[in-house]
């Protein structure tokens, strides 16, 4: 009888037990009573109701995008999206179950709250301008001070990107006209800069010939302008001349 009792039990048991099965890049944490007892890898798990049972987490990298606000050095009023590429550390997933709970409990307990002040304590360093030129720099700020915050918390962070910084209609005008100003004043600075080079260039040349027509003038010696002439000359005397005169020759120095 007592053998039967006690197969009855058995299958009382496992009739009442239930079962979880904990899938690849999964991990489970048993509880008694509520309580985070010990830990299970993927495979098939059997626990009793209301005394055991088991929370699966999903240990993949999983991604979430936060939505905040802040204001910039200059007090300019911004909002933007984070993506937050995140996962659990399997090695601590007993303390972060006890900790926080669950991956619901992960997001909206510590990865939101810290999103908001990391972005908020970042952008304050920056002004309105510098926030869009040097997106990089403000990406690499977020990712470590974000990570060393949710760290503590059993969780690490793959990667942050920022999708967009939208700052108000009025400042976006402002920064355009800004830019068109800088633009025309750059156009304005070239073609002055041009005209002054286009001048110095016309000086240079007419400094040039004038000195190639000095040195040319200085190097003609009556010598030389007596060799020429005798070099032009074909030979015949003018065929008339007046009383008194004397040949000319017609140098043709051309």
């Given amino acids: 009888m007592k053998f039967i009792r006690n197969v009855l039990m058995v299958l009382v048991l496992v009739a009442l037990a239930g079962c979880s099965v904990i899938g690849p890049g999964e991990k489970g944490v048993h509880t008694v009573f509520g309580r985070a007892s010990s830990e299970s890898d993927s495979g098939l798990t059997l626990w009793i109701p209301f005394l055991y049972g088991i929370q699966k987490f999903d240990l993949r990298v999983q991604k979430h995008v936060i939505e905040t606000t802040s204001a910039s050095k200059d007090l300019q009023p911004l909002d933007s999206h984070i993506a937050v590429n995140w996962r659990i550390d399997p090695n601590n997933l007993t303390g972060f179950y006890k900790d926080v709970g669950d991956e619901d409990d992960a997001v909206n307990k510590i990865i939101q709250p810290a999103v908001n002040e990391v972005f908020k304590a970042a952008t304050a360093k920056l002004t309105a301008e510098q926030i869009v030129g040097r997106r990089t720099e403000l990406k690499a ?87 020429m002439a005798i070099e032009k000359w074909n030979g015949n005397f003018p065929q008339v001349m007046g009383s008194g005169q004397v040949p000319f020759l017609n140098l043709n120095l051309k």
């Fill in 141 to 227: 700020e977020i990712d470590q001070k974000l990570g060393e915050r949710l760290k503590r918390y059993g969780l690490k962070i793959d990667d942050v990107s920022i999708m967009d910084v939208n700052f108000s209609p009025e400042f976006i005008k402002a920064i355009e006209s800004k830019q068109i100003a800088e633009q025309q004043q750059e156009q304005a600075q070239y073609v002055a800069n041009k005209a002054i080079k286009d001048a110095e260039a016309m000086v240079n040349k007419a400094k040039g010939e004038a000195e190639a027509q000095k040195m040319q003038q200085a190097s003609l010696t009556p010598m030389l302008l007596q060799k």
